[in-house]
């Protein structure tokens, strides 16, 4: 079987999906990869599994009909040309593109992925927001009766995309755990022992594209206001600058490092590495996400987090009975076994959230231990590939050990 993998972002396809091109080759595939990029690290990454990258021209964070008519010509000869039993397409453009392009194309199987839906989805608040939300919508609706299996990432999405009647009926749709996290590459690294907690010195991280719907202002808020109160606390800013009209700007990023109250580090290949003397992971987003992904990472690595009680970004809280009663009060705060969840864009819930871990840094370690069991649990890569490559009738010769059936997700 020769399959298709197409993308908007190469770089997904080694951070994100580089687990499931693995077990796909194993599965004994013929793997072609297509993104936007030809960077010499994913070409190096998917040819050590025996697969193939071919780039085409895409942009991924706009819709430009010059461009975009480009990006139907190159997927169209690279269909053509590959003659694809299937195609696997995930990220929104490359869904709502590559279904249809595939389709007449004559590839025989469509498997689409939406690995979260995006600003596009998010309540419109403008004039434009609702004719970008309305077109987005058309075009989700058209794509996906194209495709032969949908799977998504989360339940909320499951639950709009039928309200929405982008789902078409006849077509089979699956929930994963978010796109899985690789538990041993993401090793537990625990906290009881460590020096800085004992001193106070308390890391807080933000691992995203610099987005403002990412939480990234709201972060950097909370950050100066406990800098103020605790300035021994240290806050690390990890992800790149985005070309996304919601994008935060070089200068904006630029004045908090020269004020102080963050560290920028920019775009880290190895995320492992630079988490690793992290202690709370913090995401404040309310971009309509799948399951963050450096959320699971985090997760897996032992973090405690504090993260938002919005779409996709809530699977990676577990809330206590106090939580789940402050859920229901519509309490900003909320308490899980392995961290907080916050009111999305209220600075103030962050901070206390923030506080807490400053104040009661001996819960730092146990809601870390929580985090490591919730993506073991729940998030292993090896039960998320396990769903796919079950519901596109692959065996499942991982180069991984064979996933448990805990936590399988089953059809939405």
Known sequence: MKIVVLTADA???????????????????????????????????????????????????????????????????????????????????????????????????????????????????????????????????????????????????HRLLTELKILPPKVPAFVTAGSGVNVDEFPFVPLENDPAVAEGKVRFTLVSRLLISKGVVVFAEAARLIRQKYPQAEFHLIGPFDPNPNRVSEEQVQGWVEEGIITHHGMIRDVASALRDKHVFCLPTWYREGVPHATLEALSMGKAIITTDSVGARECVRLTAEGEAQRASNAPLREGSNGFLVEPRNVDAIVRAMEFYLQHPDQIAPHGRASRELAEEVFDVKIVNALILREMGLPQKSAHAQPSTHHVAVPA
């Open 11 to 157: 770089n997904t396809l080694v951070y994100h999906r580089g687990d499931l091109i693995r077990d796909l080759a194993h599965a004994g595939c013929e793997v072609v990869t297509s993104a936007a990029e030809d960077y010499p690290h994913v070409r190096q990454f998917v040819e050590s599994f025996g697969a193939r990258h071919r780039a085409i021209r895409m942009v991924r964070s706009r819709v430009n009909l010059l461009s975009d008519i480009d990006t139907f010509i190159d997927m169209w000869r690279l269909f053509r040309s590959e003659r694809p039993d299937a195609l696997f397409a995930y990220t929104i453009k490359s869904v709502v593109y590559g279904c249809v392009v595939a389709a007449l194309a004559g590839v025989p199987r469509i498997y689409a992925l939406l690995p979260g839906l995006g600003f596009t989805f998010v309540k419109p608040e403008t004039f434009k927001q609702k004719v970008v939300s309305a077109i987005s919508v058309w075009l989700h609706r058209f794509a996906l009766k194209r495709a032969d299996v949908i799977f998504m990432q989360n339940e909320d999405d």
